[in-house]
């Protein structure tokens, strides 16, 4: 002991030589004490949020203990901290490192040397530590890496904080030290990207998060000259994910580009203990590799310990209690309720992490990777991993059984049903991950593989997991015994999510499903596949009446059976067709009742035809508020896009598009039959933003295979107009026309035929105006009155155009009154063009106001009146009588006015007065130019 304490006192010496203990003016300031804190030789990176809480907390408590995960940053962010607040101690920052103590007096011993307090013949160390300490100013004791001597410390820092006052105590652990009044505040990983968006990340992207910006400058420092580029960005993305943000783990991962590019590095990640291993040689040996960090918790573990931190292993998306309890205790070496309380012990231990906010458990990766290899060393996995298969199977069985409907029938059962479906596919989602794992594990066609299948069916369709169904779902079936209750269960499941992809291998497998139903009289699975293949008649072709009429049918016997799943695809997927097609009433007939966001978005879309822009919009603002609480399924994403399309060219106003978030889904979430959904939202912002050449080529992009998907071509016909291609806007126009004439589709009916008579207009007047009333009749009869406002624009236009200026004037008033009442802002350029032209040529005239009086519905019965009438322009060709066409047939062929007058049986006066009348209506002065009108028209 004595030799003990001359060792001390030496040491004491040598720093007194060093770094004497009395004040020291230090750039004007004054230095207090021995603040010695380690001297990092990088920049922490980001931590600024955290450093900014733990400075508020340091003003408050006494004792506060840094917890995380090994790796986490616990030590980087003490010294950083320690540092900021160092001018607020008088009495000094100390700095003890503990790594190196492996007992009690060893602790205190590395706290004497630090406060340079000499042992005493006759006088406790730790008694000394605290005299000393009560004696000095206010000050900060740091106590790094703690976690192996949790007793030895909590025993210290409690004597001194019983006796210093001014003395507070900050420790680094990976286990609170449970001392009273203990601030236990866990250091969470730098954020990082999601790892599901790696793939499309770029550079620009990546900026804010804080693993990328570590990454970034500990690359930097291991190759000079190194950046994160928009190519190396997606694998950069993936190992700053993957890796959880750790920044251990990342800093590691960076010093391999000093011999491998970023793509190998995030290809190798999945043997990361091998590959993130040779940190610098001046670090703690546990801090060279990732392992060893690993490895230097689990050592502090008991048995127990061990064997649930393995087990837990098996948890690829975080857990629940009762979900360790079953694959944990299910070797039945421990009792299912220790295994609760060894999770508990494990979160303070910082292997396991906890979000009360979700009452779940969760491992980072890097951590559950090293179960796993210590569930593999052990010779465990194939029992835990069965265990875990099993387990989510009856799980997902018990979310589908949910509560029953009895009692219940009729659209209030439909709205029960869907609610509780939307319950369950909430209560799947976190899951989601574990049920992906136990479909990889198991035996495709296993009575389990089908099991985990068909609870997974309403989540793959409600989330859209379209991709997902595909790789993991549909093997099991493939695979499955189709004689098996579970076979058939699981092909059920899958309709709408397989049906949606338009997936002709799943058709494959209703098709012999549906005959195995039929030679069982089993009614209800056999209704329930044919509505699968005539929803995809309908999503195919348009709306039928023959498959109209067969999902009616259908629709009334899932009523009979109580099959609410039958009942409610049967009513909305043809409801989002008939809205496509623009048959809105026939579409609200189909959803009335429903509470859904799916039906509020059709209504909104069916409000958004008429032109009822205020109750469209508050009905798609419910759907969105319904969308946002995940209560409703994401495919109902693309109809609120569907609806920000139309809204912007209603308001003109590009914005509409980003304000009702319409790109909120990524296209990999799409079935195939709403991509076109897609390219109309991008193509109408292109045009409400004056962008035409663009907008064509987005809608050019995508060539119609689905009947929603004619709706861009109306678009790209009125865009080809505006850009004066008259004849591609025909013939676009011209295809769209030939799918009306096949299905009933009134939207796309006055689209093609308003593009087509603005193509006729200078070349055959009555042509144009036939098809221009035909279009508005067609507008009028579905109560599509945003259309109706075109047509009438497009007919009062012409009508100006053939001298017939009141009553053109009376049509566009009405039109524009109409225009107001909606708040119909957008007009395509060329039609924009047209009104203002024919509204100069009305001024003043008294139809106008007329025309302001009358509501759209009055001035279309108008306008029908007039259809029958004979209309002949004032000038140009269309303006000549059939008697003057004679006349220019003969001067075309070289006649004098007598050659004419005899031929043609009238008196050279009449001759003369004719070709007077032609010259004027044409706007030439003599025979040879109107020979040249002539040899040009018979060109064309």
Request: negative net charge; charged residues 25%; aromatic residues 4%.
């Given at each position: 002991?004595?030799?003990a304490?001359?060792g001390?006192?030496?040491?004491r010496?040598?720093?007194c030589?060093?770094?004497?203990?009395?004040?020291?003016?230090?750039?004007?300031?004054?230095?207090m004490?021995r603040?010695?804190?380690?001297?990092?030789?990088?920049p922490?990176i980001?931590r600024?949020?955290?450093?900014?809480e733990?400075?508020?907390?340091l003003?408050?408590?006494?004792?506060?203990t840094?917890?995380?995960s090994?790796g986490?940053?616990?030590?980087?962010?003490a010294?950083?901290?320690?540092?900021?607040?160092s001018?607020g101690y008088?009495?000094?920052?100390?700095?003890?490192?503990?790594?190196?103590?492996?007992?009690t007096?060893?602790?205190?011993?590395?706290?004497?040397?630090?406060l340079?307090?000499?042992?005493?013949?006759?006088?406790?160390?730790?008694?000394?530590?605290?005299?000393?300490?009560?004696?000095?100013?206010?000050?900060?004791?740091?106590?790094?890496?703690?976690e192996?001597?949790?007793?030895?410390?909590?025993?210290?820092?409690a004597?001194i904080?019983?006796?210093a006052?001014?003395?507070?105590?900050?420790?680094?652990?990976?286990?609170?030290?449970g001392?009273?009044?203990?601030?236990?505040?866990?250091v969470?990983?730098?954020s990082?990207?999601?790892?599901?968006?790696?793939?499309?990340?770029?550079?620009?992207a990546?900026r804010?998060?804080?693993?990328?910006?570590?990454?970034?400058?500990r690359?930097?420092?291991?190759?000079?000259?190194?950046?994160?580029?928009?190519?190396?960005?997606?694998?950069?993305?993936?190992i700053?994910?993957?890796?959880d943000?750790?920044p251990?783990?990342?800093?590691?991962?960076?010093?391999?580009?000093?011999?491998?590019?970023?793509?190998?590095?995030?290809?190798?990640?999945?043997?990361r203990?091998?590959l993130?291993?040779?940190g610098?040689?001046?670090?703690l040996?546990?801090?060279?590799?990732?392992?060893a960090?690993?490895?230097?918790?689990?050592?502090?573990?008991?048995?127990t310990?061990?064997?649930?931190?393995r087990?837990?292993?098996v948890?690829?998306?975080?857990f629940?209690?009762?979900?360790a309890?079953?694959?944990?205790?299910?070797?039945?070496?421990?009792?299912?309720?220790?295994?609760?309380?060894?999770?508990?012990?494990?979160v303070?231990k910082?292997?396991?992490?906890f979000?009360?906010?979700?009452?779940?458990y969760s491992m980072?990766?890097?951590?559950?990777?090293?179960?796993?290899?210590?569930?593999?060393?052990?010779?465990e996995v194939?029992?835990a991993?069965?265990?875990?298969?099993?387990?989510?199977?009856?799980?997902?069985?018990?979310v589908?059984?949910?509560?029953?409907?009895?009692?219940?029938?009729?659209?209030?059962?439909?709205?029960?049903?869907?609610?509780?479906?939307?319950?369950?596919v909430a209560?799947?989602?976190?899951?989601w991950?574990?049920?992906?794992?136990?479909?990889e594990?198991?035996?495709?066609?296993?009575a389990?593989?089908?099991?985990i299948?068909?609870?997974?069916?309403?989540?793959?369709?409600?989330?859209q997991?379209?991709?997902?169904?595909?790789?993991?779902?549909?093997?099991?079936?493939?695979l499955?015994?189709?004689?098996?209750?579970?076979w058939?269960?699981?092909?059920?499941?899958?309709?709408?999510?397989?049906?949606?992809?338009?997936?002709?291998r799943?058709?494959?497998?209703?098709?012999?499903?549906?005959?195995e139903?039929?030679?069982?009289?089993?009614r209800?699975?056999?209704?329930?596949?044919?509505?699968?293949?005539?929803?995809?008649s309908?999503?195919?072709?348009g709306?039928?009446?023959?498959?109209?009429?067969?999902?009616a049918?259908?629709?009334?016997?899932?009523?009979?059976?109580?099959?609410?799943?039958?009942?409610?695809?049967a009513?909305?997927?043809p409801?989002l067709?008939l809205?496509?097609?623009?048959?809105?009433?026939?579409?609200?007939?189909?959803?009335?009742?429903?509470?859904?966001?799916?039906?509020?978005?059709?209504r909104s879309?069916?409000a958004?035809?008429r032109g009822?822009?205020?109750?469209?919009?508050?009905?798609?603002?419910?759907?969105?508020?319904l969308l946002?609480?995940?209560?409703?399924?994401t495919?109902?994403?693309?109809?609120?896009?569907?609806?920000?399309?139309?809204a912007?060219l209603?308001?003109?106003?590009?914005?509409?598009?980003?304000?009702?978030?319409?790109?909120?889904?990524g296209s990999?979430?799409?079935?195939?039959?709403?991509?076109?959904i897609?390219?109309?939202?991008?193509g109408?912002?292109?045009?409400?933003?004056?962008?035409l050449?663009?907008a064509?080529?987005?809608l050019?992009?995508?060539?119609?295979?689905?009947f929603?998907?004619?709706?861009?071509?109306?678009?790209?016909?009125q865009?080809?107009?505006?850009l004066?291609?008259?004849?591609?806007?025909?013939?676009?126009?011209?295809r769209?026309?030939a799918v009306?004439?096949?299905?009933?589709?009134?939207?796309?009916?006055?689209m093609?035929?308003?593009?087509?008579?603005?193509?006729e207009?200078?070349?055959d007047?009555?042509a144009?105006?036939?098809?221009?009333?035909r279009?508005?009749?067609?507008?009028?009869?579905?109560?599509?009155?945003?259309?109706?406002?075109?047509?009438?624009?497009v007919?009062g236009?012409?009508?100006?155009?053939?001298?017939r200026?009141?009553?053109?004037?009376r049509?566009l008033?009405?039109?524009?009154?109409?225009?107001?009442?909606?708040?119909y802002?957008?007009?395509?350029?060329?039609?924009?063009?047209d009104?203002?032209?024919?509204?100069?040529?009305?001024?003043?005239?008294?139809?106008?106001?007329?025309g302001?009086?009358?509501?759209?519905?009055?001035?279309?019965?108008?306008?029908?009146?007039?259809?029958?009438?004979?209309?002949?322009?004032?000038?140009?060709?269309?303006?000549?009588?059939?008697?003057?066409?004679?006349?220019?047939?003969?001067?075309a062929?070289?006649?004098?006015?007598?050659?004419i007058?005899?031929?043609?049986?009238?008196?050279?006066?009449?001759?003369?007065?004719?070709?007077?009348?032609?010259?004027?209506?044409?706007?030439?002065n003599?025979?040879?130019e109107?020979?040249?009108?002539?040899?040009?028209?018979?060109?064309?």
């Amino acid at each position: 002991m004595f030799a003990a304490a001359c060792g001390r006192m030496l040491h004491r010496m040598d720093a007194c030589v060093l770094v004497p203990p009395y004040p020291v003016l230090l750039d004007g300031g004054l230095l207090m004490g021995r603040q010695v804190l380690p001297a990092p030789v990088a920049p922490l990176i980001g931590r600024r949020a955290e450093l900014a809480e733990l400075g508020s907390l340091l003003e408050r408590e006494r004792v506060i203990t840094l917890t995380g995960s090994g790796g986490c940053g616990k030590t980087r962010l003490a010294v950083e901290l320690a540092r900021q607040v160092s001018d607020g101690y008088p009495g000094g920052v100390e700095w003890v490192e503990l790594a190196p103590s492996s007992d009690t007096e060893s602790v205190v011993s590395a706290l004497a040397t630090v406060l340079e307090v000499v042992e005493v013949p006759g006088e406790e160390l730790i008694a000394r530590i605290v005299r000393h300490l009560g004696e000095r100013d206010r000050a900060l004791i740091v106590l790094d890496n703690a976690e192996h001597l949790l007793g030895a410390v909590a025993d210290v820092v409690a004597q001194i904080t019983a006796v210093a006052e001014q003395v507070q105590v900050l420790t680094t652990s990976r286990e609170p030290l449970g001392v009273p009044g203990e601030v236990v505040w866990r250091v969470p990983s730098l954020s990082a990207p999601v790892l599901e968006q790696a793939a499309s990340a770029t550079e620009q992207a990546l900026r804010p998060f804080e693993s990328v910006q570590l990454f970034a400058d500990r690359a930097g420092r291991a190759r000079r000259g190194f950046r994160v580029t928009d190519e190396a960005a997606p694998a950069i993305a993936q190992i700053c994910a993957r890796l959880d943000g750790v920044p251990l783990a990342i800093e590691l991962a960076a010093a391999r580009i000093r011999t491998m590019p970023p793509e190998r590095i995030a290809a190798q990640l999945d043997d990361r203990f091998r590959l993130l291993a040779g940190g610098p040689r001046t670090l703690l040996a546990r801090q060279q590799t990732l392992q060893a960090s690993v490895a230097w918790s689990e050592d502090l573990l008991d048995d127990t310990e061990r064997l649930v931190f393995r087990r837990l292993g098996v948890f690829a998306g975080g857990f629940t209690v009762d979900a360790a309890e079953w694959v944990v205790a299910g070797f039945g070496d421990l009792d299912a309720y220790d295994v609760a309380d060894t999770v508990g012990r494990l979160v303070d231990k910082s292997l396991v992490q906890f979000d009360v906010s979700k009452d779940r458990y969760s491992m980072l990766e890097t951590i559950r990777s090293y179960a796993m290899q210590r569930l593999l060393d052990t010779g465990e996995v194939a029992r835990a991993r069965d265990a875990h298969a099993d387990h989510f199977a009856m799980w997902l069985d018990r979310v589908a059984a949910g509560d029953p409907l009895d009692g219940v029938s009729g659209t209030v059962a439909v709205n029960a049903w869907w609610e509780h479906r939307v319950r369950g596919v909430a209560l799947v989602e976190p899951e989601w991950p574990n049920c992906a794992s136990a479909l990889e594990w198991s035996s495709p066609g296993s009575a389990t593989s089908l099991r985990i299948v068909a609870g997974l069916g309403d989540y793959w369709a409600i989330r859209q997991r379209a991709h997902d169904s595909a790789r993991y779902g549909m093997p099991p079936l493939l695979l499955g015994d189709r004689r098996s209750d579970e076979w058939k269960h699981a092909v059920l499941q899958l309709m709408a999510v397989r049906t949606n992809a338009l997936d002709p291998r799943y058709a494959e497998l209703r098709d012999e499903a549906a005959a195995e139903a039929v030679r069982l009289g089993d009614r209800a699975t056999h209704n329930r596949l044919e509505l699968s293949r005539h929803v995809t008649s309908t999503v195919l072709l348009g709306p039928l009446d023959e498959h109209l009429d067969a999902l009616a049918g259908i629709r009334e016997e899932a009523y009979e059976l109580g099959d609410w799943y039958t009942v409610w695809n049967a009513s909305q997927s043809p409801a989002l067709i008939l809205v496509a097609a623009g048959r809105p009433r026939e579409a609200e007939q189909l959803v009335a009742g429903l509470v859904s966001s799916r039906s509020l978005m059709i209504r909104s879309a069916a409000a958004q035809l008429r032109g009822e822009t205020a109750a469209s919009t508050a009905l798609a603002a419910e759907a969105q508020g319904l969308l946002d609480a995940r209560l409703g399924a994401t495919l109902d994403r693309m109809l609120v896009a569907f609806r920000a399309a139309g809204a912007a060219l209603t308001s003109g106003d590009p914005a509409t598009v980003d304000d009702m978030r319409a790109g909120d889904v990524g296209s990999d979430s799409l079935p195939r039959s709403l991509f076109s959904i897609r390219g109309m939202v991008r193509g109408a912002r292109e045009v409400v933003s004056g962008r035409l050449e663009e907008a064509r080529v987005i809608l050019a992009d995508s060539p119609p295979d689905l009947f929603a998907s004619w709706r861009n071509v109306g678009l790209l016909a009125q865009v080809e107009m505006s850009l004066g291609d008259v004849d591609g806007a025909k013939r676009t126009a011209s295809r769209l026309r030939a799918v009306a004439d096949a299905v009933p589709a009134p939207s796309y009916a006055t689209m093609s035929d308003l593009v087509l008579a603005e193509c006729e207009r200078h070349t055959d007047v009555t042509a144009a105006l036939g098809l221009a009333h035909r279009s508005l009749a067609t507008a009028a009869e579905h109560e599509l009155w945003p259309a109706v406002v075109d047509a009438l624009e497009v007919l009062g236009s012409m009508l100006i155009d053939v001298g017939r200026r009141r009553d053109g004037a009376r049509v566009l008033a009405a039109a524009e009154s109409g225009r107001a009442a909606m708040g119909y802002r957008f007009r395509f350029p060329h039609r924009a063009a047209d009104v203002a032209a024919a509204r100069v040529a009305v001024s003043g005239d008294d139809g106008w106001a007329e025309g302001k009086s009358l509501s759209l519905a009055e001035i279309t019965e108008v306008v029908q009146r007039m259809r029958g009438e004979r209309l002949r322009a004032v000038s140009g060709w269309e303006s000549l009588t059939p008697t003057e066409v004679q006349v220019v047939e003969q001067v075309a062929e070289g006649l004098t006015n007598p050659q004419i007058a005899e031929r043609l049986l009238m008196s050279r006066a009449t001759v003369k007065t004719h070709l007077v009348h032609v010259y004027a209506k044409l706007g030439i002065n003599n025979r040879a130019e109107l020979a040249a009108i002539v040899v040009r028209r018979s060109a064309r």
